[in-house]
């Protein structure tokens, strides 16, 4: 059984090079959002035409990113959401709660201190890791059924 897993959220660290390195082997493939964050923030305005108004730079990237977060997360068998530590991911709770609803398996990335701010995403969630490795044993144990060790 192939898991499709789409890894949103955070894109400031190497979280998703950890799980994709570490799932090598499983039967999975990923998917996600565009990581470079000019590229990101900039999409709308290069394909649509710029904005004097940075509200409305900002909003035209949002949508065209949206459409291909939205395929993804429709897409995914489970969607991990990682939130970082030092950059607020809005989106990424957008993410979690939108997976929720289409009844993906959601998995939640996040470090113990953001426990009471995310507690309503962890709420929504099927399991909250800590640590990318975390993750990796869960699709290990959903393929395979084998605990760590």
């Known amino acids: 059984m192939t898991l499709k897993i789409y890894l949103s959220g955070e894109i400031h660290t190497d979280w998703r ?41 900002d909003h035209k990237g949002a ?6 977060t939205r395929k993804g997360i429709e897409d995914a068998d489970i969607v ?35 426990q009471h701010a995310l507690k309503e995403v962890h709420a929504a969630a099927l399991a909250v890791a800590e640590a990318p490795r975390q993750v990796v044993e869960i699709l290990r144990y959903v393929l395979s059924g084998a605990l760590p060790g």
Request: glycine content about 10%; some cysteine; aromatic content about 10%.
């Open 80 to 114: 991990v959401v990682r939130f970082g530590e030092k950059y607020k991911q809005w989106n990424a709770a957008f993410d979690a709660g939108y997976a929720a609803a289409l009844g993906k398996s959601v998995i939640v990335l996040s470090q113990p201190e953001h």
């Open 17 to 57: 090079e950890q799980i994709i390195a570490g799932a090598k082997g499983l039967d999975v493939v990923f998917a996600g959002p565009v990581t470079d964050h000019a590229a990101s923030d900039d999409c709308g305005v290069a394909i649509l035409g710029a904005e004097e108004n940075k509200f409305w730079h």
């Open 63 to 68: 949508k065209i990113n949206a459409i291909r």
